[in-house]
């Protein structure tokens, strides 16, 4: 007899759906799964049969074959369990599960030996999925089903058992209400009157929130630069649901959720440290491709402290992402794609020593070691950082004086004002000035004959390349946003070069 159930193949960040087709006929008893299936999918049969057993189901001792389609598909994980575990209850005689009970249903979840459902990767990515095909629902693990529920739309059947799972489709059993999982509580703000004076750099971090900028310091050591970026979460705004959404996802297929959280609320911040391998910092890894801590920083930010001291190989995996906010993984089987609209913050020393262009310490570093230092950066990927700033050693007076400047709060209201603004323009709150596509940044940044001599002035002077002056258009139009101006003027344009040409020890070894 042949039964039919679908499931759930993890590719990227997103879910596609799997037929599981079971078939328990004459032969030599034995359970045999087909359709590209990894080592985990095959070790289903031990966990299929033992579960049905402490399940009080007793199946037949026959041939039984499982296909998993479309067969050019890897399918790898224990997601399958459950859908191969009812599609083995619809195929048996013995079960008397009908088989048309199981039709539009998608199941996910790993069993246990005795009969327990276990919790799995990428439940929100299979209900969007189950959402966007008109499924009738989802039917998952207990502890999954908060996530799942989070896409509207959707029928979400928590079972915490094999047995509940099979009641359900016999029409024995119905799931009570899905529990809403408390909000996690927000993390400690750090203020940003903390960090003793760097007006400039303040600002230019300001900046970077409000448009979603890369930003690189430069600066010797305790001038500041990680307590800056540290302070970044504290200016941004909040998520959108949209945005919230999509970083959930993610998190969730890298099995990177936390416990009785079902939806990510606060926007990531990953510091990874320069040790990481490519496929730590882009994604991918034996098997199917996982997100890396780029992808981990969608929609928030990611910081590279250090970042001469990163390996060349994985420095330069960044400028696709940069430019494109997307990490594409190619495999033989095709291309993976992860999001990664991100803000990256990278700090550095002007120097091995850290004291090049210091008034009060002299640097000690050669001209072969300083060369070597800054070229770990190089020109194409330099020129994919929007906000590029120098920053200098506090003075006694700003290091002994009261806190200065404004708190994270006052600076966060201005973002949160700005990113508005480009919501209102672009009409997706996911969207931002960093990411949009440039025609349509066009629309919205008309310069003038003086604010065209002055570009016309950098390009000449100061090497600015296609890419510069695109960034350069987006932080102005930044800048006006945050001055809630809806025209670039001069001196947004003045400002945004300014906040990009400012990286005097790179120029000088250059």
Not at 15 to 32: C, M, N, T, Y
Not at 41 to 62: C, D, F, I
Not at 125 to 150: F, I, M, S, T, Y
Request: charged share 20%; net charge neutral; with cysteine.
């Amino acid at each position: 007899m042949l039964a039919m159930t679908e499931s759930v193949a993890l590719v990227g960040a997103d879910a596609h759906l799997v037929k599981v087709e079971v078939d328990i006929g004459q032969g030599l008893p034995g359970f045999r799964i087909v359709g590209l299936p990894n080592a985990s999918v095959r070790e289903a049969e031990q966990r299929v049969r033992s579960a049905l057993l402490a399940s009080n189901e007793e199946t037949s001792r026959l041939r039984t074959t499982a296909n998993l389609a479309p067969g050019a598909l890897r399918k790898e994980g224990t997601q399958f369990d459950l859908a191969l575990a009812l599609g083995v209850a619809g195929a048996d005689n013995k079960v008397k599960l009908d088989p048309a009970a199981l039709a539009g249903w998608v199941c996910i979840g790993e069993l246990a030996l005795d009969g327990g459902v276990r919790e799995v990767r990428g439940a929100l990515a299979a209900a969007l999925e189950c959402r966007d095909r008109d499924r009738r629902g989802l039917v998952c693990p207990v502890g999954n089903a908060p996530e799942a529920a989070l896409v509207e739309g959707v029928d979400v059947i928590g079972v915490a058992t094999l047995r509940e799972a099979i009641d359900f489709f016999k029409g024995r059993w119905q799931p009570g209400a899905i529990p809403e999982l408390a909000v996690p509580p927000p993390s400690p703000i750090l203020d940003m009157r903390s960090v003793r004076g760097q007006a400039y750099s303040k600002k230019a971090l300001e900046v970077a929130a409000a448009g979603g900028h890369n930003l690189l310091m430069i600066g010797p050591p305790g001038s500041g630069k990680t307590m800056l970026a540290q302070r970044m979460p504290g200016i941004l705004p909040p998520m959108s649901f949209e945005e919230s959404l999509d970083v959930t996802r993610v998190h969730s297929v890298a099995g990177m959720l936390p416990r009785g959280t079902a939806l990510v609320t606060q926007r990531p911040f990953r510091a990874p440290h320069h040790h990481i391998s490519l496929a730590g910092l882009v994604g991918g890894g034996s098997g199917l491709p996982r997100p890396g801590e780029l992808s981990l920083a969608h929609h928030g930010t990611l910081f590279l402290d250090e970042i001469p001291l990163y390996r060349r190989d994985v420095l330069e995996s960044l400028r696709s992402p940069l430019e494109e906010s997307t990490v594409r993984i190619a495999r033989s089987g095709g291309v993976i794609a992860f999001p990664c609209r991100i803000s990256l913050i990278a700090a550095m020393n002007p120097c091995p020593c850290g004291y090049l262009g210091d008034t009060r310490k002299e640097c000690d570093c050669g001209e072969i070691q300083l060369q070597n230092y800054c070229s770990r950066l190089s020109g194409p990927l330099l020129d994919r950082i929007d906000i590029q700033t120098t920053m200098e050693r506090s003075t006694s007076r700003e290091l002994l004086g009261p806190p200065d400047g404004e708190a994270s709060a006052q600076i966060r209201a201005r973002v949160t004002a700005a990113r508005a603004m480009q919501t209102a323009r672009y009409g997706d709150p996911t969207l931002n000035n960093s990411c949009v596509a440039r025609k349509v940044l066009d629309d919205h940044v008309v310069l003038g004959p003086q604010a065209r001599a002055l570009i016309a002035h950098a390009i000449e002077s100061q090497s600015l390349t296609g890419r510069g002056l695109d960034r350069v258009l987006r932080v102005a139009r930044t800048l006006a946003d945050l001055e809630q101006e809806a025209a670039v003027g001069e001196i947004h344009l003045s400002a945004a070069l300014g906040l990009r040409l400012q990286q005097a020890p790179l120029r000088a070894v250059s």
